[in-house]
């Protein structure tokens, strides 16, 4: 079955021009949805982000040769916005909203 943009049902427009191969043996169990890879790669790309973040951090600290004390300061001023984006999934879940 076809939809009005002539991509065969379950696949993107993106690879609708790449030929279907059927998976024989050990990789026919191994099927993810687009809505699985999305969300992987939705958590893998902010947790590498939110890592890289904590890097720039790290580096700004050693620069500007901050010490012990405004190292903690940058990392409480800048980290504090990490954990508020992520106490927000957080309490999203809890509540259901």
Same mark, same amino acid.
């Given at each position: 079955?076809?939809?009005?943009?002539?991509?065969?049902?379950?696949?993107?427009?993106?690879f609708?021009?790449?030929?279907?191969?059927?998976?024989?043996?050990?990789?026919?169990?191994?099927?993810?949805?687009?809505?699985?890879?999305?969300? %992987? $790669? #939705?958590? &893998? +790309?902010i947790? *590498?982000?939110?890592?890289?973040? !904590?890097?720039?951090?790290y580096?700004?600290?050693?620069?500007?040769?901050?010490?012990?004390?405004?190292?903690?300061?940058?990392? %409480? $001023? #800048?980290? &504090? +916005?990490?954990? *508020?984006?992520?106490l927000?999934? !957080?309490?999203?879940?809890?509540?259901?909203?």
């Open positions: 079955m076809l939809h009005a943009c002539r991509t065969p049902v379950g696949r993107s427009r993106f609708a021009h790449l030929p279907s191969r059927r998976l024989r043996g050990r990789d026919a169990n191994f099927t993810v949805s687009i809505e699985q890879f999305e969300l %992987l $790669s #939705l958590r &893998l +790309g947790g *590498g982000l939110v890592l890289y973040m !904590v890097y720039i951090m580096r700004l600290a050693q620069e500007s040769g901050a010490g012990r004390f405004g190292t903690l300061m940058i990392f %409480l $001023s #800048l980290g &504090l +916005g990490i954990i *508020g984006f992520a927000k999934s !957080v309490i999203q879940l809890v509540v259901q909203v």
